[in-house]
């Protein structure tokens, strides 16, 4: 496509481009993987952050506009990913898959670039939870029973459960990376991303990273929730994260598009 046409992408033009940024994302180098995995997990925490403060701040009674004015305010945190730099793990999942899909990457750079960016956004996630939610205190406090309520709804849901959870979850995550690629200014991209992240979270579905943050936080504001119990959310959470960006988003477009592109992929 002409770099002077002024229309957004067509969903094959989407998916060719996709591709194209899996093989650079494939050989990005570690430093600067681990930097921006770190920073990913960081702004996710900045969302959540300001979820918190929304909800806490009003009254129980007008439970359904704190939930949507909360959720309103969360895709800060992949605005400041997509536009600022960052990496996330849940992108990642469908964008590297796709790739794999596609041939243009092997199974080992997959693996190197899921493993390297979980573990960022894991240090990034829990620094937040820590630093800005427990030692200043912004997921406690008045905000402190919403931080529990959140952590202990996590854990609570059994393996199944949270494993279709973060199939929808990461399903409408990897929409809105994907309506980001099709738009060409700032503006559209923005508000292009916007909807499907809001719906994740007004929804309460499970997301592996936002996950890294909030049950760490609720851990120290005294959820009755440990460690343990943490990290065994990571395993149905991220298998159905990965099931819903691979499968949902990037191999359904691959399959009903590959026709259009320019070179014969399979599945």
Known sequence: M?????????PHEILQDVITKSQAKSNTNLKTLAILSFLGGGYVGFGYLAYLRVVSGIPGDWGGLAALLGAAVFPICLICILIGG???ATG?????ALGKLSRCVSFKKLARNWAIVSIGNLAGAVCMAFFL????GLAEGAAAAKTIAIAEAKINMDFGRAFISAIACNWMVCMGIWFYFGAKQTSGRILAMWFPVMIFVLIGLQHFVANMFIIPAGIWAGANVT???????MIP?????VTGGAMFVGASYLYAYKHLLKDDFSI
């Open 92 to 96: 990642n999942m469908m964008m590297m």
């Open 227 to 233: 460690w343990g119990q943490f990290f065994f959310n």
């Open 86 to 88: 960052g990496e996330l």
């Open 133 to 136: 939610g427990h030692y200043v």
């Open 2 to 10: 002409s770099q002077t046409d002024s229309r957004d992408f067509y």
């Open 237 to 241: 959470v991220f298998l159905g994260n």
